[in-house]
């Protein structure tokens, strides 16, 4: 069946530091990907997405491109700030599977000042 | 709606006790999802709906665990004879059916805590 992994956190870096989650994923057929996140006692909110090979979803300074020879998407910033502390989810979505979402475990990330 | 609802949002209940946790979709949203993050945790898959039916329980933990959809609309989550290891936040999201993506749009999620 379909699965996402996703690097273990916690990551922790500094302001202004360049920030990149891996996230790779095993689907049939050609799945929309997204990126999660969920801020310190907040719900789950949708980052970015993609929907096709090729394509770059990006949101709040944050990109993701949509590798289909690579089965990955990966999450980058290239200056975070204090605030994008939070825990970061990729996730898939493919009619094969019935357009059921699947995560990944989730990256805590932690931006000290 | 506006949104996902979820109710209750906090809910403390003794072991061994039955507790419903109720989901209202997004209107005209025809799949559901329940996930299950406990502290620190990821997010655990419990069940999807499409409409009234679930082509997927693969994620419930036991018999315990039983969840019903229906008019396509509001979910039951139900838990018999709770047990402290069920203490998690219960998230519910819904989504729509248009072209090749589904996003899905979270609740703020249901605290339960086992006593």
């Known amino acids: 069946g379909d699965s996402v992994t996703q690097m273990e956190g916690p990551v922790t870096l500094s302001e202004e530091a360049f920030l990149t989650i891996n996230c790779t994923y095993t689907?049939?057929?050609?799945?929309?990907l997204f990126w999660y996140v969920q801020y310190p006692g907040e719900g789950l909110q949708l980052l970015l997405k993609a929907t096709k090979a090729d394509d770059k979803g990006s949101n709040k300074g944050f990109e993701a491109t949509y590798r289909k020879e690579t089965t990955s998407f990966h999450l980058e910033k290239g200056s975070v700030q204090v605030s994008d502390s939070a825990v970061y989810f990729c996730a898939l979505s493919g009619k094969a599977a019935g357009n059921k979402l699947t995560f990944g475990g989730g990256t805590r990330v932690l931006v000290k000042p | 709606g506006a949104g996902v609802s979820q109710s209750p949002s906090n809910k403390v209940t003794e072991k061994g006790k039955d507790v419903e946790l109720r989901c209202d979709p997004i209107s005209g949203h025809t799949a559901l999802y329940w996930y299950r993050q406990s502290l620190g945790q990821g997010l655990e898959f419990l069940i999807y709906?499409?409409?009234?039916?679930?082509?997927?329980k693969s994620g419930l933990p036991s018999d315990r665990f039983s969840a019903e959809r229906t008019g396509g609309s509001v979910s039951t989550l139900t838990i018999q004879r709770t047990q402290q290891e069920d203490s998690a936040v219960y998230l519910c999201?819904?989504?729509?059916?248009?072209?090749?993506?589904?996003?899905?749009?979270f609740g703020q999620g249901t605290r339960l805590t086992v006593v």
């Open positions: 999201a819904s989504s729509s059916l248009q072209g090749l993506w589904t996003e899905a749009f």
């Open positions: 709906f499409q409409g009234n039916s679930a082509p997927d």
């Open positions: 689907a049939t057929g050609y799945p929309s």
